[in-house]
T-cell receptor, first 112, second 118 residues
């Protein structure tokens, strides 16, 4: 089965700083890639997804991610974070037959 | 459409007991997956059911089991509870189809069941 690693456990930024969260996966076949976000006290929700086509995908709230196949990476970016982006972010990799694996998560704290 | 619902929302058990958690997927979704969420471990995949069959399985001991009914509702059972089983158990449904490239991987999560084992 595939595995997912997220490099940062906790990231602390000031408002307006740029964000990049790393995600690498290990799998030999075709994958679908996702970033999910969990705001405090809320359900996990989809931020963005990559299935095929343009490797630069845009999601909600100004987030984007770039799929670099040669590096098995799918890093999440946002040019200017806001206090409301404080949340936990999970990278996920889906293989055939809906086999989905998540990373350990990165907690983002944005200081006002 | 109503979202994924999970019952109960909170549960307190003691070591050695067993527990059953329930999940109702979004209407029309045939795939249900279960995850264990603990601080620092992220979401660990337990298993996925599709059309009443376990299709994918994570690396959990046999104490963790599940099933899916013909209406796609799913239950998860943990027997002989241990302290380390304390966690948030999340259910997610997906409109996944049958075999082939998984264009339906997107998962919709429920609020979870918070299990505390004393």
């Amino acid at each position: 089965a595939q595995s997912v690693s997220q490099h940062n456990h906790h990231v602390i930024l000031s408002e307006a700083a740029s964000l990049e969260l790393g995600c690498n996966y290990s799998y030999g076949g075709t994958v679908n890639l996702f970033w999910y976000v969990q705001y405090p006290g809320q359900h996990l929700q989809l931020l963005l997804k990559y299935f095929s086509g343009d490797p630069l995908v845009k999601g909600i709230k100004g987030f984007e991610a770039e799929f670099i196949k040669s590096k098995f990476s799918f890093n999440l970016r946002k040019p200017s974070v806001q206090w409301s982006d404080t949340a936990e972010y999970f990278c996920a990799v889906g293989a055939n037959n809906n086999d989905m694996r998540f990373g350990a998560g990165t907690r983002l704290t944005v200081k006002p | 459409k109503a979202g994924v619902t999970q019952t109960p929302r909170y549960l307190i058990k003691t070591r050695g007991q067993q527990v059953t958690l329930s999940c109702s997927p979004i209407s029309g979704h045939r795939s249900v997956s279960w995850y264990q969420q603990t601080p620092g471990q992220g979401l660990q995949f337990l298993f996925e059911y599709f059309s009443e069959t376990q299709r994918n399985k994570g690396n959990f001991p046999g104490r963790f089991s599940g099933r899916q009914f013909s209406n796609s509702r799913s239950e998860m059972n943990v027997s002989t509870l241990e302290l380390g089983d304390s966690a948030l158990y999340l259910c997610a449904s997906s409109p996944a189809g049958g075999s082939g490239r998984a264009i339906y991987n997107e998962q919709f999560f429920g609020p979870g069941t918070r299990l505390t084992v004393l």
